[in-house]
């Protein structure tokens, strides 16, 4: 049991991740696979039926992947 605060790394090899981001006052569902540095990722529509912005969706879930899961 960890009982004081320990810096700890993780470092995903492959993953499949989903979810929601929120982004610009949007919330987004995403599917993504991660394969070493590879990400593919689909996002699907808004609540509302709006398109998202998929480059600025992937882009800003792949610096959340580099920032927290590749070590």
């Known amino acids: 049991m960890l009982d004081s605060k320990k810096e ?3 470092r995903l090899h492959s993953a499949t ?3 929601e981001m ?8 995403f599917r993504a696979e991660i ?3 590879k990400v ?3 996002f699907d529509p808004t609540k509302d039926g709006q398109i998202v912005d998929r480059w ?3 882009r800003a879930l792949d610096r959340w ?7």
């Open 8 to 10: 700890v790394r993780v």
């Open 17 to 19: 991740l989903t979810g």
């Open 22 to 29: 929120l982004l610009d006052g949007q919330r987004i569902a």
């Open 35 to 37: 394969d070493g540095q």
């Open 40 to 42: 593919d990722a689909w």
């Open 56 to 58: 600025l969706a992937f």
């Open 65 to 71: 992947i580099d920032d927290n899961l590749r070590g």
